[in-house]
């Protein structure tokens, strides 16, 4: 973690003990059965929560001050947890309560494998439709019971060094293709499930997989299998238009004093909607299920989505949540049409034959 992501979460911890008003708050309402669950839950002492090291920290200690709970958290990718998650399930030797995913867990939901979260939604602060952006909290699943999306974000956008490509000289995807930019083109790869097979399933989307070929193979782009790296390259200018990278690389670049890295605004396709690692599930059968339902409805709440929103500089759908370090690119704009990829049916039935299209486009390599 570099010096800048360090100073950002020890200020986020700072603020959130400065406001000890939020930790009344968000459990304004509350009734009989969440102060059961409460003191069921401060009597089981801790939850075990997995997800990535950032988190991990900043939520302890404020989930800790708002709720007398210890949080132990266990530091991992996110394709690592949901693997020791399917593990542990099928051994039944379960040792995490929750754990941060994103939409890739519906497969253990529909064997039956994960317990439902709607039914632990308790208090009004999260329940309340007036919380949320567009008057709901929006689900994944079908059933709306068992993903939440907490933080949505506008992706699939592509990064310039401004001081190589200018302002305006880019403006859709189809540009890209010009024969000036065969070799000024790196990505992340679009192999591998994540971001790069996210903003490649995109383009897919909207221009069909003869245009992937055409980006990416024909324009010679490098692969990388580092965010921080791609950032890296289009700062220094090695390749200076980056394709398919996250809002933590580019902003850590630019607080840094990196002024040339610029987000490009394409007219013939605005980006996704994605919901990252935002989505908090439960197996069935943890050992803390009181501690396990108060961390949901707090992370749900307004000190835990600030803490998440800081962290990964993306927006909450809370309405209440406005964290000054996410950047506009990110927030999905009013009018605009953007694909969804966090639903189950194109999830399910549409991803599976672009991921498909786009290995095969690759040789399978």
Known sequence: MNIFRVVVLLALVTVAFAHPSLAAEWQDGAGADWNSVLAAGQKEGKVVVAGQGDLGRPMAEAFKRDTGINLEWLTAEPRDIDARISREIRAQNLSIDLFFTGAAMMGMMHDGFLAPIKPQLLLPGVT???????????????????????????????????????????????????????????????????????????????????????????????????????????????????????????????????????????TDGPGTLLGGSSIIAEPKGVAHPNAATVFVNWYLSRPGQEIYGAVWTTPSRRTDVHVASVPDYTIPKPGAVYLDQYREDWYLNVRPKLQAAIIAAFGGQ
């Open 128 to 266: 309340e439709a007036k919380n949320w952006k567009e008057d709901r909290i929006k689900w994944i699943d079908n059933e709306q019971q068992y993903f939440v999306i907490a933080g949505e974000y506008v992706f699939g956008w592509p990064v310039f060094n401004s001081d190589i490509i200018k302002h305006g000289e880019i403006t859709t995807w189809k540009d890209l293709l010009k024969p000036e930019y065969k070799g000024k083109i790196a990505a992340y790869d679009p192999r591998s499930p994540g971001a790069g097979q996210a903003g490649a399933a995109y383009l897919a989307d909207l221009y069909g997989i003869d245009f992937v070929k055409q980006l990416y193979i024909g324009q010679g782009a490098v692969l990388a299998n580092n965010g921080r790296q791609l950032a890296e390259w289009a700062a220094r200018g090695t390749y200076p238009i980056g394709l398919s990278d996250l809002p933590t690389n580019i902003e850590s670049f630019r607080q840094n004093g990196i002024k040339s890295l610029e987000i490009g605004t394409m």
